[in-house]
């Protein structure tokens, strides 16, 4: 006989499931839930799909590479590291390119950076 207190939890973890599982197919790095500046792990350079961290998101954390950033726009972002990223308009580092110092962030960005395609997270500490 199931209990009462047992049946919530199956249907809780029931939901959970089918929640889970009609949501988006994202990589570890791509999290549609990630709505705020604080949601950046340490040591991670982190881009948002919409101004003021909203959005798609996406977080960056290999060094001395440059690394696709793969979202339809890039509104806003943050360099939650302590060396310093270089922010490309292009996927290869061409273009034009914004170097962001450790525990710089923007929740507006405009021009070209609307559409960046890269970063490069350096381990020299500033710009």
């Not at 973890?13 to 709505?35: E, H, I, W």
Request: include cysteine.
């Amino acid at each position: 006989m199931i209990t009462l207190s047992a049946l919530s939890h199956l249907l809780a973890g029931t939901v959970l499931v089918a929640s889970a599982a009609g949501g988006p197919a994202v990589s570890s790095t791509d999290t549609p839930l990630m709505r705020a500046r604080s949601d950046c792990p340490s040591g991670s350079f982190c881009v948002w799909s919409g101004t003021s961290f909203t959005g798609s998101f996406k977080k960056l954390s290999t060094t001395n590479a440059y690394l696709a950033i793969d979202l339809s726009s890039t509104r806003s972002y943050y360099n939650h590291r302590s060396q310093r990223t270089w922010f490309h308009e292009q996927s290869d580092g061409s273009g034009s390119k914004i170097c962001v110092d450790p525990g710089v962030s923007r929740a507006s960005t405009s021009g070209w950076a609307t559409s960046a395609e890269a970063a490069y997270l350096a381990t020299v500490t500033s710009c």
